[in-house]
């Protein structure tokens, strides 16, 4: 079974500052997707960020990045120039790229950023 | 607007008395699964239907059942509720088997409280 860990339970940063948020994950497959979701206090689950384990190029979405390493199976965002609206818990989840069965999500526990102004 | 909802948004009830979640996807998605979370835990999965009729237990699935009845519906029913699923239930939703790695969108969450 894959399981995703999340070192970090908080963690926090002056505005306008860069961040970076740590995931690790195991797994035998070869193929698969990782994601970052943010959860801000209104508990909403957002995706940031999708990464495809079989694309070596880091995926970005503005001001978010990752850094994916796939032999030491470690998926960390940045954030950069981090806002007050970045606030919220970040969840770090994997999927398996088979079609054929369930395509649950399995999260990490979660890291708490908080923005400091 | 795409979306998925999920009704009731907080629900306080008691021990033993049956209760339903609803779950509505306006997305033509095949895949819907329900999700709880709790502190400390992350979300894990409950049950998760890859289409009309077929439905499947995930990670933590005693103590509740689920139907699929239509594509846009998935409930999540509790019939015994007891304190420890007191929780924050998720719904979510992709579509199936294009390729794999369809994006999960979410429900806005439901918070069940059960003394």
Redesign the interface.
């Known amino acids: 079974a894959q399981t995703?860990t999340q070192s970090q339970p908080e963690m926090s940063v002056q505005e306008a500052e860069t961040v970076t948020l740590s995931c690790t994950y195991d797994t035998s497959e070869s193929?698969y997707?990782l994601?970052w979701?943010k959860q801000p206090p209104?508990?909403?689950?957002i995706?940031v960020i999708?990464q495809?384990a079989y694309k070596q190029q880091n995926a970005t979405e503005n001001r978010f990045s990752v850094n994916f390493q796939k032999a030491a199976k470690s998926f960390s965002l940045k954030i950069s120039d981090s806002q007050l609206g970045d606030a919220a818990m970040y969840?770090c989840a994997y999927?398996?790229?088979?079609?054929?069965g369930?395509?649950?999500?399995t999260?990490?526990?979660?890291t708490r950023l908080t923005i400091i102004p | 607007e795409a979306q998925v909802t999920q009704n009731p948004r907080y629900l306080i009830t008691v021990t033993g008395k049956k209760l339903t979640v609803t779950c509505s996807q306006n997305m033509n998605h095949e895949y819907m699964s329900w999700y709880r979370q709790d502190p400390g835990l992350g979300l894990r999965q409950i049950y998760y239907s890859m289409n009309v009729e077929v439905t499947d237990k995930g990670d933590v699935p005693e103590g509740y059942k689920v139907s699929r009845k239509e594509k846009r519906n998935f409930p999540l029913i509790l019939e015994s509720p007891s304190p420890n699923q007191t929780s924050l239930y998720f719904c979510a939703s992709s579509f199936h088997g294009l390729g794999g790695g369809e994006t999960q969108y979410f429900g806005p969450g439901t918070r069940l409280l059960v003394l």
């Open positions: 995703v193929d997707y994601f979701y209104s508990r909403q689950m995706l999708r495809e969840f999927r398996s790229a088979s079609t054929f369930n395509e649950k999500l999260f990490g526990t979660g």
